[in-house]
């Protein structure tokens, strides 16, 4: 069964074997996977900026509070000036649990937020009151502990949806992507995961979203 009780850092401090491991096993060679091991994932603005987009989209009751955007000005200081940073320094201290975006990236992601939730297949499941939202499946095969977090599973409508920006959402483009990133590759490992958690999920769906104005969104599932 999927658990619920994982937060998002606890789940990535696991060793259990993940979609982007097993996949740089197959596209890679054991010596790549135990460098990248080796260290961990360093926090960007792009992982900011995506993890900003999911929780807005998926879980915007918890927006506020794990992450904020910076204001471009304070009492008509530049963030170049002492006083601003000071100034940042004690709202940081006073939230530690946010994660900051300056405005232009912050204000995308919401802008992205609003496309993907205009989509009409998105739209149609979210009203799904039984869907389980970035919950923690984990699971064995070949031998290997595996773990797996899908953005949006519901098990009555055997349904999985991931969320994904992209540059490019237009069918061509976003094939590209999936060959490129291994798209199709996270779907059988999410749907085998589901599988061997005791669910049945039947489709694959991905919510591509771009980055860029006017910020288009479109719906593809994968055939299996």
């Not at 006073?94 to 204000?107: C, G, M």
Request: net charge negative; glycine share 6%; with cysteine.
């Amino acid at each position: 069964m999927l658990r619920t009780d994982l937060s998002n850092e606890a789940y990535h401090s696991l060793d259990d074997l993940n979609r982007s491991k097993a996949y740089d096993l197959v596209t890679k060679t054991p010596l790549h996977v135990q460098q990248s091991m080796r260290y961990k994932p360093v926090s960007t603005p792009a992982l900011m900026m995506g993890g900003c987009f999911h929780t807005a989209v998926l879980e915007p009751e918890k927006l506020s509070y794990e992450y904020g955007e910076l204001p471009t000005e304070i009492d008509g200081k530049s963030p170049l000036t002492k006083h601003y940073k000071e100034k940042i320094a004690e709202l940081k201290a006073d939230f530690p649990e946010r994660r900051w975006l300056n405005a232009k990236d912050y204000n995308t992601c919401m802008e992205m937020a609003a496309s993907a939730l205009d989509n009409p297949v998105l739209r149609d499941y979210m009203g799904d009151i039984d869907a389980m939202i970035e919950a923690t499946g984990l699971f064995a095969m070949e031998g290997a502990d595996c773990r797996i977090r899908p953005d949006w599973f519901s098990p009555g409508a055997e349904v999985v949806i991931d969320l994904k920006s992209t540059m490019d959402a237009s069918k061509r483009g976003f094939a590209k992507s999936v060959r490129q990133f291994g798209y199709g590759f996270q779907a059988y490992f999410y749907m085998e995961g589901l599988r061997r958690c005791g669910y049945s999920p039947k489709e694959f769906i991905f919510i591509a979203v771009e980055k860029f104005p006017p910020y288009a969104s479109a719906a593809y599932r994968l055939p299996a």
